[in-house]
């Protein structure tokens, strides 16, 4: 079946997941300094999400427009996807509204994790429906990046419960990682043309 409203669902769901962030950040009843002052962690957390977002949407993106077409089974790895990525407004806010205590930033690194699962199931099965050979196949490669991130995930886990904010920092660290998107399919599609 064809790819295209697999594409136009998910990105419909990613930008509801931007709005539901962007809503949850409320104005202060005052207009000083200090009042914003009050809302960093908020702010802060916002932000971190707003990027794992972003890094999502782009590599998703990228990773569909190599496919040529989907299964039955793709779509249910594309909604377990978007569920996780639905859980991180959630999160996003728990963590900001508790200045990154550690329960919060916990649950926050377990939603990065399982999104982390879930995009490399995603892959997986694209990779396998198009073939071992195919372009997605040889641009995906091992996919190091992803097992790296996702060990950052579980070691940031494991840091949340002594010291919260360093796992705050490893969070950082793996959005910085993926912050320049995964070019892979993308050298790879230019190169096909």
Known sequence: MGKGRLEAFSDGVIAIIITIMVLELKVPHHAGWEDLKELSPVFLSYVLSFIYVGIYWNNHHHLLHAAKSVTGGILWANLFLLFWLSLIPFVT?????????????????????????????????????????????????????????????????????????????????????????????????????
Do not use: Q
């Open 93 to 193: 806010d728990w963590m900001g509204e508790n200045h990154f205590s550690r329960e919060p930033v916990i649950c926050y690194g377990i939603v990065l994790i399982m999104a982390g699962v879930a995009y490399t199931i995603l892959a997986r099965l694209l990779v396998k429906h198009h073939g071992e050979n195919s372009l997605l196949a040889d641009a995906m490669g091992s996919d190091m990046k992803g097992k790296l991130s996702v060990g950052v995930y579980a070691a940031a886990i494991a840091v949340s419960f002594v010291h919260p904010w360093w796992a705050v920092g490893m969070y950082f660290a793996v959005a910085i990682i993926w912050f320049i998107p995964d070019r892979r399919i993308e050298r790879k599609l230019r190169h096909e043309d």
